[in-house]
């Protein structure tokens, strides 16, 4: 499949921050994927970089096999829909739609008509009045009206209910599927939005950990159930994301596919296999990664701690052989001066038996 975003060593820096660490991925045409993550991840400061709404420390960025920023060929053939989009304090929702219709070439203002209807917008109302979830429709429905080539939604369900989101879902789903293009979507309903990506990428800590088909990372894990010995049993050797117990029932997920002939020895150690969400498995993987940076932390500051005491032995015994050697000199110096008030009563002792020593010779 063709490309049209390319990243390579993409790394970005706030201060002594770094919010993406040399990032390296691409993304194919008509496409949906899921840029999903924690907070703070990444995944904003990746699409404001990738839609040159925000520049990189370092690395290279190329759209449509050019770089985004000021080129008039790449910017009206994207759209990002901000979860904090900032619209003029007199604006009402026709003044966005009539912007985002001059500014996006393939823009439908019969569809966008409709989703206003779907979402029951009051077009009247100006844009600062409106709740937070008619505020996340306005976006939406820019969103996909735009029928722009590579769409981006950050965070778009914010404020929506459930019925809203279902609706963002399905008319999102209905006219990529007669009008394909590249969408990338941040959620952190990873569930909700499952059955709509076809490709996952996930960000922990600023570095992509997952860039796979939606159907390959189901199979990553599965969680084998019951007696405790015998899941230990089975799953030594294994990679374990997490595990729970409750008296002696085990629930512990891992990671790799089973073979038949493993899926034929956990029903004759009478163990029951249950498969893993796309939610459950993205969560697991990022407390997995964060537990094994928090254990190399604290390992290196073992380390460090370790140099320090070693460092604070020697500072005590060089102190100790500073104040040994300087009661050494102490004791040296009294008894030189002992020694030389010994001499000084010598010399007067022989300069008063002098003169009687003269005058007995006289």
Known sequence: MTAVIEVDRLTKRYGDTTAVDDVSFTVEKDVIYGLLGRNGAGKTTVMSILTAQNFATSGQVRVFGEHPYENARVLPRMCFVRESQRYPDDAKPPHAFAVARLAFPNWDQELCDRLVADFQLPMNRRIKKLSRGQLSAVGVIIGIAS????????????????????????????DYAEHPRTVILSSHLIDEVANLIERVLVIDAGRIVMDETTDAVRERAVTIVGDAQAVDAFVSGREVLHRETLGRVAQ???????????????????????????????????????????????????????????????????????????????????????????????????????????????
Do not use: C, K, W
């Not at 722009?148 to 809203?164: M, N, Q, R, S």
């Not at 697991?284 to 320090?308: F, I, K, L, V, Y």
């Open 252 to 362: 512990v997920t891992v990671l790799g596919a089973l073979s038949a002939e493993e899926r034929t020895r956990l029903a004759a150690a009478g163990l029951d296999v249950a498969p893993v969400s796309l939610q459950q498995l993205i969560v697991r993987m990022t407390q997995h990664a964060a537990d094994a940076r928090a254990a190399e932390g604290r390992d290196g500051r073992g380390r460090a701690g370790g140099g320090a005491d070693g460092r604070d032995e020697r500072g005590r015994a060089d102190g100790r052989s500073e104040r040994g050697g300087a009661g050494q000199g102490r004791a040296g110096q009294g008894r030189e001066e002992r020694d030389r008030a010994d001499g000084r009563n010598e010399r007067a002792r022989a300069d008063r038996d002098r003169p009687e020593e003269e005058g007995a010779l006289r």
């Open 147 to 174: 029928r722009a080539e590579i769409t981006f939604f950050d965070e778009p369900y914010l404020g929506l209910d459930a019925v809203a989101r279902q609706i963002f879902y399905d008319r999102l789903l209905a």
